[in-house]
DNA sequence: ACTCCAAGTTCATTCAATGAACCATCAGGC
DNA sequence: GCCTGATGGTTCATTGAATGAACTTGGAGT
């Protein structure tokens, strides 16, 4: 398998993982469903994947558990929320180190205001912040896709609401 | 590029990241690291992969800074430990939702020896435990690798020192 | 019935993963 | 000096997935 799901001799949590979500473009469709997208041609005009691979990758999550197909609609699962920890631990330590430009995005608690930590965490709260209080915001560093989705995104917006077109 | 490393139209830190750790077998490559592993030969025995694509990932790895090589050694940078969070995120996700048995392996905290929360913290202590501070033990779903760095894992090990094969 | 549009499939091409075989370098031993 | 084995790669033919364009399907509205 060349690139795929297939880390069958590894024993280890972190492998089964990968085989759900390892693949090329899935934890990118994840973050987007995690944001709110949910039809198929927001995630396309989103990541600029081939439709054949978008439709065979949303239909892995399916079956994995961590979309839920209704109608034409894509949402996110129990399961799926909870990759929210590693959408961000990822988010981070990209920003952090690979980050040229200032932050395009920032995930900030809804209640209060403030930046996520690092670890989460509110740092005005001092505690952790579930999903659903996340507020997307557009940070400095100014974004430059103009795809309708995006220019949606620019706005600040609660996660997991679904994104209107 | 097929599997590769190209978000290029992705204005976001978690497709930068994915640039960096995102490849097929890249994320394991870094578990063991993180767990101490460090010659060539032994990430070939534990991870089943071609060497020619272990030799290319090794050289990213150390191109983007989260891997250093010195003499026939491939250490792990600070960059390359700052992913623990999302390495024990993914494990503790892929075990919770796709563990079909017991879990294969523990991250405890030395200190205290109570295993680590979801979130990376000690539940005794009741507080973020560094990387150096976490113990891998074996769980009590055995393993059933037998190369021999799997089975110097089998013995409680300190993160990030080197495993003696 | 007709039109439109989102969703999804098909298919030829491209490019990376795979695995076996080969090569390079170094450390002992003789 | 020269053999031998161990380690750390590289090369290369083959396989299979990603890509992107063209095509098909199915439902909503009129």
Redesign the pocket.
Same mark, same amino acid.
């Given at each position: 398998?060349? #690139? /795929?799901k297939?880390y069958a001799r590894q024993d280890c949590a972190v492998a089964r993982a990968l085989e759900v979500v390892g =693949? &090329?473009?899935t934890m990118l469709i994840i973050r987007d469903a995690l944001y709110g997208v &949910? &039809?198929? %041609?927001?995630f #396309?005009a989103r990541l600029?994947?081939?439709?054949?691979?978008? %439709?065979? &990758?949303?239909?892995s999550l399916v079956d994995a558990g961590v979309l839920e197909?209704a /109608?034409? =609609?894509?949402a996110i699962t129990e399961t799926g929320k909870e990759l929210w920890p590693v959408v961000h631990a990822l988010a981070r330590w990209g920003e952090r180190h690979f980050g040229d430009r200032a932050p395009v995005r920032l995930y900030c608690h809804a209640g209060c205001g403030a930046r996520l930590a690092a670890d989460g965490t509110c740092p005005e709260c001092a505690r952790p912040v579930p999903l659903e209080e996340v507020e997307l915001r557009p940070g400095p560093g100014a974004p430059v896709r103009d795809d309708p989705v995006s220019v949606a995104l620019r706005e600040p917006h609660r996660m997991l609401t679904p994104v209107r077109t």
């Open positions: 398998m060349a #690139l /795929g297939d =693949e &090329r473009w &949910r &039809r198929f %041609s927001d #396309l600029d994947i081939p439709r054949a691979v978008l %439709s065979q &990758r949303l239909q197909k /109608g034409h =609609e894509y």
